[in-house]
């Protein structure tokens, strides 16, 4: 797609530090890292979001998030990753081509995930049945 930062770098029209790459699938070291490792997985097709993308894809693009979380473990002495994906600008998507970052964690690195809240009485009720019809 014209203008995509990330159909660039697959295309190889704007340099990145590849990781990983085969026909659907492309991971690159994310250009400001959480943490130093950080790497971004995307399908080399252009899709904005998880709806979008067809399952086959998604599922290729799993099995690479599963062989890097394992890479990186063992290559760069990490305790852990999260991964995750941000959906959409209402969920702080930036770029608009899909992507999973993997982010490496270490015992005490001071990130934190996102706060909880409680559910009002009822609240969860209400949610399982607009879910469940
Ligand atoms: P989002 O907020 O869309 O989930 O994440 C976009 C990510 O892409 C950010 O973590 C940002 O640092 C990364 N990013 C943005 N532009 C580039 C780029 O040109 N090259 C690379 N390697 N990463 C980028
Ligand atoms: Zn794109």
Not at 2 to 9: E, R
Request: some cysteine; hydrophobic content about 40%.
């Amino acid at each position: 797609m014209d203008n995509c930062i990330f159909c660039k770098i697959v295309a190889g029209e704007l340099p990145s530090y590849k990781v990983y790459e085969d026909d659907k699938v492309l991971a690159f070291l994310d250009i400001k890292p959480v943490n130093p490792g950080h790497t971004l997985v995307v399908s080399k097709a252009h899709y904005q979001n998880l709806e979008e993308i067809p399952e086959d894809e998604l599922i290729a693009i799993t099995i690479v998030i599963k062989k890097l979380g394992k890479l990186l473990k063992d290559k760069l002495a990490i305790e852990g990753y999260n991964v995750c994906e941000n959906n959409d600008s209402v969920a702080d998507q930036e770029v608009p081509h899909l992507h999973f970052h993997v982010i490496p964690r270490h015992v005490g690195d001071g990130l934190r995930t996102w706060k909880h809240v409680d559910y009002q009485a009822g609240e969860a009720e209400d949610i399982i049945k607009k879910l469940q019809n």
